[in-house]
Nanobody
């Protein structure tokens, strides 16, 4: 059973920052692209950012310039630094290891108040 464990969510005011973390098994982390997705109430899950095992990145247009994805291969941990947060960033954030198969974490809630 592959487990991805997210942490770092919370309540923050607009303009604030949060850093999400995702711990993954080394067997997955070293070979898979890793990404962050989010799902707001009543909306579909959407890609936020993804990083390949080689380090290339891709961001959703809505977060470019504000969010940064990174990975620490020694710690098997994926990060998402979120700056200049907006109320529309409010969502459940999920970490994923892209396969196939794909593996998902349980999610961490991010709430941005106006």
């Amino acid at each position: 059973q592959v487990q991805l464990v997210e942490s770092g969510g919370g309540l923050v005011q607009a303009g604030g920052s949060l850093r999400l973390s995702c711990a993954a098994p080394g067997s997955i982390f070293s070979i898979n692209a890793m990404g962050w997705y989010r799902q707001a109430p009543g909306k579909e899950r959407e890609l936020v950012a993804v990083m390949s095992s080689g380090g290339s990145t891709h961001y959703a247009d809505s977060v470019k310039g504000r969010f940064a994805i990174s990975r620490d291969n020694a710690k098997n941990t994926l990060y998402l630094q979120m700056n200049s947060l907006k109320p529309e960033d409010t969502a459940m954030y999920y970490c994923a290891a892209k396969g196939p198969p794909d593996y998902w974490g349980q999610g961490t809630q991010v709430t941005v108040s106006s």
